[in-house]
T-cell receptor, first 118, second 110 residues
Framework: NAGVMQNPRHLVRRRGQEARLRCSPM?????VYWYRQLPEEGLKFMVY????????ESGMPKERFSAEFPKEGPSILRIQQVVRGDSAAYFC????????????????FGPGTRLTVL | TQLLEQSPQFLSIQEGENLTVYCNSS?????LQWYRQEPGEGPVLLVT?????EVKKLKRLTFQFGDARKDSSLHITAAQPGDTGLYLC??????????FGTGTRLTIIP
């Protein structure tokens, strides 16, 4: 049973270019979460999606960032006009059930995409 | 905004020693999780604690959830080089967002 897949693992972009990060959840999981980790910091929640729906995007920057999880295919985190401050590791996680704390289900994390903006 | 503080931020000890790392919040957790993250990889779940006062053991690792569900500790007995990594606590505060702590970077010296 394959885990959460993310690609690319490493992505280098110049300032002003677009970055597209892909996440394929575990089989049978329909809930996807994106997190960002800056060097030497913990992970920060960005967005929570179900198939074709954004449930919570309270952690997403208001501009340049967008996320989708189409009916078919992987979830995509898109960063337009990247800046140096976008350099970070971006992690995707998936779960089978909608999580509300206190439950027995959990999020499973992918290996991350390391974005470097030159 | 819920904040999770972990201490110490860095810890370097000799193989065979014991250690404890802490996770504290000013808010009550619905549940709390501990993860270990190795360089270049995503976090891997170690344990979930739900009930105040709960203690869980995973081989040489002992996890405790505070009675008031605002704090937690991770104790490692007889540390081994394979325990080296970034230890992250993360909590749910009644919704789907997992809030992560700042992490404890542990190095075990052979």
């Amino acid at each position: 049973n394959a885990g959460v897949m993310q690609n690319p693992r490493h992505l280098v972009r110049r300032r002003g270019q677009e970055a597209r990060l892909r996440c394929s959840p575990m089989k049978g999981h329909s809930h996807v979460y994106w997190y960002r980790q800056l060097p030497e910091e913990g992970l920060k929640f960005m967005v929570y999606l179900q198939k074709e729906n954004i449930i919570d995007e309270s952690g997403m920057p208001k501009e340049r960032f967008s996320a989708e999880f189409p009916k078919e295919g992987p979830s995509i985190l898109r960063i337009q006009q990247v800046v140096r401050g976008d350099s970070a590791a971006y992690f995707c996680a998936s779960s089978r059930l909608r999580l509300a704390g206190g439950g027995t289900d959990t999020q499973y994390f992918g290996p991350g995409t390391r974005l470097t903006v030159l | 905004t819920q904040l999770l503080e972990q201490s110490p931020q860095f810890l370097s000890i000799q193989e065979g020693e014991n250690l404890t790392v802490y996770c504290n919040s000013s808010s009550v957790f619905s549940s709390l999780q501990w993860y270990r993250q190795e360089p270049g990889e995503g976090p891997v779940l170690l344990v979930t604690v739900v009930t105040g006062g709960e203690v869980k053991k995973l081989k040489r690792l002992t996890f405790q959830f505070g009675d008031a569900r605002k704090d937690s500790s991770l104790h490692i007995t007889a540390a081994q080089p394979g325990d080296t990594g970034l230890y992250l606590c993360a909590g749910y505060f009644g919704n789907e967002k997992l809030t992560f702590g700042t992490g404890t970077r542990l190095t075990i010296i052979p």
